[in-house]
């Protein structure tokens, strides 16, 4: 039934500190549309972001800053996406570890973003 994701919606404190974080660190692109939720852009899909207090309805039941985990996938090694986060200044939380994908055996990075959302960086081997 379900063929693949489109987007997803991350609470944030400030759209302008997440979109800082989305665009300089992971590379993905604003998108700002009025009447329409800011968006950051990679590939073909995207991250609307609603700012607490400020959500576009529908939304969850319980939107807060920081309660978001998500697993983005890179084409660069672990040495680069190691090397781009010491760059701008990003602590790595754990990794590269092996993990499980959804498509199989993959390398992983763990960081925060500033609202303490938990963003797993895979790469498949």
């Known amino acids: 039934m379900i063929s ?3 987007h997803l919606v991350l609470t944030v404190a400030s759209i302008d500190r997440a979109c800082r974080f989305y665009e300089g660190v992971l590379g993905m692109t604003r998108m700002d ?3 329409r939720p800011t968006a950051v852009a990679f590939g073909t899909q995207k991250i609307n972001l609603h700012e607490v207090g400020k959500e576009f309805t529908p939304h969850a039941a319980l ?3 920081g309660t978001g985990d ?9 040495e ?3 090397k781009r986060l010491v760059a701008t200044g990003v602590p ?3 990794g590269p570890v092996p993990r499980n994908g959804a498509q ?3 390398q992983s990075v763990y960081i925060r973003d500033p609202d303490g959302n ?3 960086i895979a790469r498949y081997e």
């Open 4 to 6: 693949h994701l489109d």
């Open 33 to 35: 549309t009025v009447g």
């Open 63 to 65: 939107p807060r800053p």
């Open 70 to 78: 998500l697993c983005l996938i890179t084409n660069l090694t672990m």
């Open 80 to 82: 680069e996406v190691c």
């Open 92 to 94: 790595v939380e754990l």
């Open 104 to 106: 199989g055996a993959m």
């Open 118 to 120: 938990l963003i797993e």
